[in-house]
C-alpha cells in the first residue's frame, strides 16, 4: 500500500488515544506466564508484534516440537529466546522475516548457554533460525557487553527468578536503554521479586514469581507519541493525546523534554492522559542530544529539525544499525529527497549543519520494512502536500490505527496512484 498524504486544509485540531505500550506489553506477557497461577492480564498492545507474542506463549501447551514464526518482531525473538531456553520441555524452533535473520542474536544466546541452555544455530552462526531445547537453568553469575542491546539484558533479568541460584549480571562498557532496564525490573517487582541494581550489577534472587494482588495496567505507548510531537511542532496545531502516564516506566517518556528544546511544551490535565501538545518552534534552536537511552525516539527527532531547519549532532544512536532496518543509513538516504544531507560519517552519530539543496521533484518515501521511517516521514506532508509513502502499512507493528488517526486529525490520505485535483 503506497500513501499519497496531504496535509488539513484548516486548523489541525486531533484529540487521539494512543495504543497500548508494546514494550510493557511484551515484559508483562512473558513474566505472567512465569508466575504460578496468575491471572490472565488485561489490555495489551494490538498490534504485529504483540500479537506475535501472545501467539507464541498461547501455544506453549502444544506437546513435541513445534515452529514459532515471530517475523520482523525483534523484542519477541529476543525475550522468546530466553523464556523457551528456561522452560523445561520445550522443544522449539524460533524463526521470523528475512530481516530477522539477520539481526545478530549471538550475544544473548551464548549468554544463555554459559547459565546451562541448549541452544543450537539453524542457519547463519550467530542469527535466528534458533533450535532450543528448554531447561531449567542454573543461573550463577555472568558478565554481558551493556552496548548492544538492552533487550538481551532484560531477556536474561526477567528469566532470572526461575533459574536454580538466581542471577548476578555485571554490565560491562556503556548502558544503552537504562530505562528499558529499569522498566523491565519495576514489572519483576509487581510480581513479587525484589531486584539490586547497584552501579552496573544486577542482582536477582532465585524463588520464583508470585501473582500480583492487583493487575498489571499497561499504559499508553509514548513511543507512538512521537509521531504527534513532531506533527505538533510542524503545524503549531491543537492535539491532546488522552492516555498518557505523566509518572511513566517507559523510557520514551523523555520525549517531552526533548520536544520542548524544539518548542513543543506538554500540559497537562492529570497523571494519566488529557496531555495538550502546544507549539512555538525556536527558529535559532541547536540540538544536541544523545539518544543512548531512548533511541526510538531518533528518527522523529531527526526529521523534525531537517524541516524546522534546526542543525543537529545526535550521537547514542549505534544500536539503530540492528534495528527492522538500520535507521542511520535509511534516514540518510530519504533526508536526501528532501535536500537534506546528514553526515553519518562517524558510526553510532548523525550531524547536520542546517544546510539544505533544491529538490525537483516530489518525494517518494521508502520504508525499509520500518515502521517508524512510515511514521516519522508522514508529517513531511506539512511541509511537502503529496509526498508519498511506500508500503505505508508496515505501521501495523505498533501502531495500526495511525493512518486512520492522521486522517481523523484532517490529513487526506490518497491511493498513491490517484491525483488530486490541487496538487
Avoid at 523464556?83 to 522443544?91: I, V, W
Avoid at 493525546?241 to 505523566?246: E, F, K, M, Q, V
Avoid at 543537529?312 to 532496518?325: M, Q, R
Avoid at 520500518?370 to 516521514?377: G, V
Wanted: contains cysteine; aromatic residues 6%.
Amino acid at each position: 500500500m503506497n500513501l499519497r498524504i496531504l496535509p488539513p486544509e484548516d486548523f489541525l485540531e486531533a484529540r487521539l488515544s494512543l495504543p497500548l505500550s508494546k514494550s510493557m506489553s511484551a515484559r508483562a506477557l512473558i513474566i505472567n506466564h512465569l508466575t504460578p497461577g496468575a491471572a490472565p492480564i488485561g489490555p495489551v498492545a494490538v498490534c504485529d508484534d504483540t500479537d506475535a507474542m501472545a501467539s507464541a506463549l498461547d501455544g506453549d501447551t502444544a506437546p513435541g516440537h513445534r515452529t514459532v514464526n515471530v517475523g520482523a518482531a525483534g523484542t519477541t525473538m529476543r525475550f522468546l529466546t530466553a523464556y523457551y531456553a528456561a522452560t523445561p520441555g520445550a522443544d522449539i524452533t524460533l524463526d521470523g522475516s528475512e530481516r530477522m535473520r539477520h539481526r545478530p542474536i549471538r550475544v544473548l544466546v551464548e549468554a544463555l548457554k554459559s547459565l546451562g541452555a541448549d541452544i543450537s544455530y539453524l542457519g547463519e552462526e550467530g542469527y535466528p533460525p534458533l533450535r532450543i531445547h528448554g531447561s531449567r537453568l542454573k543461573g550463577g553469575e555472568l558478565s554481558l557487553d551493556a552496548s548492544v542491546s538492552s533487550q538481551y539484558i532484560s531477556a536474561l533479568l526477567m528469566i532470572a527468578p526461575v533459574m536454580t541460584s538466581g542471577l548476578r549480571l555485571t554490565l560491562l562498557g556503556d548502558i544503552t536503554s537504562r530505562p528499558y532496564i529499569l522498566m523491565t525490573l519495576k514489572l519483576m517487582e509487581h510480581y513479587g521479586v525484589e531486584s539490586d541494581f547497584t552501579v552496573n550489577t544486577i542482582t536477582v534472587p532465585a524463588g520464583g514469581y508470585k501473582a500480583p494482588a492487583t493487575p498489571i495496567a499497561i499504559e499508553g505507548d509514548w513511543s507512538a507519541a512521537a509521531a504527534w510531537y513532531e506533527i505538533e511542532a510542524l503545524s503549531a496545531g491543537a492535539i491532546t493525546i488522552d492516555n498518557l502516564a505523566r509518572q511513566s516506566c517507559q523510557g520514551d517518556r523523555c520525549l517531552a523534554d526533548i520536544f520542548a528544546r524544539l518548542g513543543v511544551v506538554t500540559e497537562w490535565e492529570g497523571e494519566n492522559g488529557g496531555s495538550d501538545l502546544l507549539a512555538n518552534p525556536d527558529a535559532d534552536a541547536r540540538a544536541n542530544i544523545d539518544f543512548s537511552d531512548c533511541p526510538d525516539l531518533a528518527q522523529y527527532v531527526t526529521v523534525t529539525c531537517a524541516m524546522l531547519g534546526i542543525p543537529f549532532h545526535f550521537t547514542g544512536l549505534h544500536t539503530l544499525a540492528i534495528k527492522e532496518t538500520d535507521r542511520v543509513a535509511a534516514l540518510h538516504n530519504e533526508l536526501v529527497k528532501l535536500g537534506v544531507i546528514i553526515d553519518t560519517s562517524v558510526p553510532g552519530t548523525m550531524r547536520w549543519d542546517g544546510r539544505r539543496v533544491p529538490i525537483r521533484e516530489m518525494p517518494v518515501f521508502d520504508t525499509y520494512a520500518d515502521h517508524r521511517m512510515a511514521m516519522c516521514l508522514a508529517p513531511v506532508s506539512l511541509y511537502v502536500p503529496g509526498i508519498i509513502i511506500r508500503d505505508a502499512e508496515v505501521v501495523t507493528k505498533s501502531y495500526p490505527d495511525f493512518w486512520e488517526h492522521m486522517r481523523a486529525a484532517g490529513f487526506t490520505l490518497l491511493d498513491a496512484d490517484e491525483e488530486p485535483a490541487d496538487l
